[in-house]
């Protein structure tokens, strides 16, 4: 592939994020036959994650093979794809100017958990690199933000072997593993309540820990529906995180005993946080939660812009999710490059 030019180039779209939702949205706008570019960073895809409810594959995908099969369906229609980091997002009329830098060597930008993105033989012949000595400035007619969120785990040694093996954080995701298993929960929150009650559902044997030095931020009522469901809540944080070979082992509390929780399987739960430099730089829409507001059709409030996955209000952590809601992204930003308006509402009936 021809090594991307210093000077401004101009794409019908540019998407920023390489995960499910970014790439489902690149696939459709080469589709499409927009000019495409998605700069990618970095992701959880990189873990060991296994999604296991994507309809029509029972025997389950794992993460790092979707992203490998993604880029490549994603460059079969066309799509440059760039490893590096939008850095700056501006309007100019009705075009957007990105500023997109290198990243560090070894991948991920420290500022950014999880771990680095793999540079195996399949990303050197798909992706381009931004030059030596750079920044290098692109416009774009469209933008789609998939930024994601922050990662969801604490840090610990091994932790990112366990991610999608024995670390989890979405019941609807992998609930269905911890039948029977002995699960801890992690969280000082409602959510964290909510999930560890709603895993009775899959197994009896469910505990919980604050992992906060000033315990639970819930009522008492709360605790008390905890201990009437047969589960039992600590109010301290979690000193270490016992695990091997991908497996976890035990919580053990940072309480004067050090007491040892034996378990198979951890949720962790705390607020995610998107990442939305971007969207702020854009002056785009953001609810209480910081996550950018869209409509159904993945349109933010300045058009051009469009946004899908985890970063948005429609925030879901499914696969199937991130999948759809780049492809509605990449519908609407191809209506609004037809002209038929923000969000292409007034364009032909859609099918």
Same mark, same amino acid.
């Given at each position: ?17 390489? /995960?499910?939702? /970014? ?32 309809? /029509? ?30 850095? %700056? ?24 958990? /999880? ?79 909510? %999930? ?6 899959? %197994? ?63 949720? %962790? ?83």
């Amino acid at each position: 592939m021809r090594p991307p030019e210093l000077a401004p180039r101009e794409f019908d779209c540019v998407v920023v994020g390489g /995960g499910a939702a /970014g790439l489902s949205a690149a696939v459709n706008m080469g589709r499409m036959r927009r000019s495409v570019l998605l700069v990618d960073e970095r992701d959880r895809f990189v873990w060991q994650h296994t999604t296991n409810n994507y309809l /029509g594959f029972p025997d389950g995908l794992e993460g790092a093979e979707i992203r490998r099969l993604g880029w490549r369906h994603a460059a079969r229609y066309g799509a440059q794809l760039l490893l590096g980091h939008v850095a %700056t997002a501006t309007r100019e009329g009705d075009r957007f100017r990105l500023r997109i830098e290198r990243l560090p060597e070894g991948g991920a930008l420290a500022n950014k958990p /999880g771990p680095s993105v793999p540079r195996d033989a399949e990303m050197a012949r798909l992706f381009d690199e931004v030059p030596e000595g750079g920044p290098m400035d692109v416009l774009a007619r469209t933008v789609i933000l998939a930024t994601g969120v922050f990662g969801h785990f604490p840090e610990f040694p091994g932790r990112n072997e366990c991610v999608g093996r024995s670390l989890f954080w979405c019941i609807h995701c992998e609930g269905y593993e911890s039948i029977d298993r002995s699960v801890g929960v992690v969280g000082h929150e409602e959510d964290a309540v909510e %999930t560890a009650l709603d895993l009775l559902v899959f %197994t009896p044997r469910v505990t919980i820990v604050a992992g906060h030095p000033e315990g639970f931020d819930v009522p008492a009522s709360r605790l008390a529906d905890l201990t009437a469901a047969g589960i039992a809540a600590h109010p301290d944080g979690v000193a270490e995180y016992e695990n091997r070979d991908g497996q976890m082992l035990a919580l053990v509390l940072d309480d004067p005993e050090r007491t040892r929780i034996p378990v198979e399987h951890v949720y %962790t739960i705390r607020r995610t946080r998107a990442i939305n430099e971007l969207a702020r730089q854009l002056d785009l829409e953001l609810n209480p939660l910081g996550q950018i507001v869209v409509t159904s059709e993945q349109l933010t409030n300045i058009p051009g812009v469009y946004a899908a996955g985890d970063a948005t209000s429609l925030y879901d952590h499914q696969l199937s999710a991130a999948v759809h809601e780049g492809n509605q992204a990449a519908a609407g930003a191809n209506y609004h490059l037809y002209g038929y308006g923000a969000g292409g509402a007034s364009g032909p009936q859609r099918t």
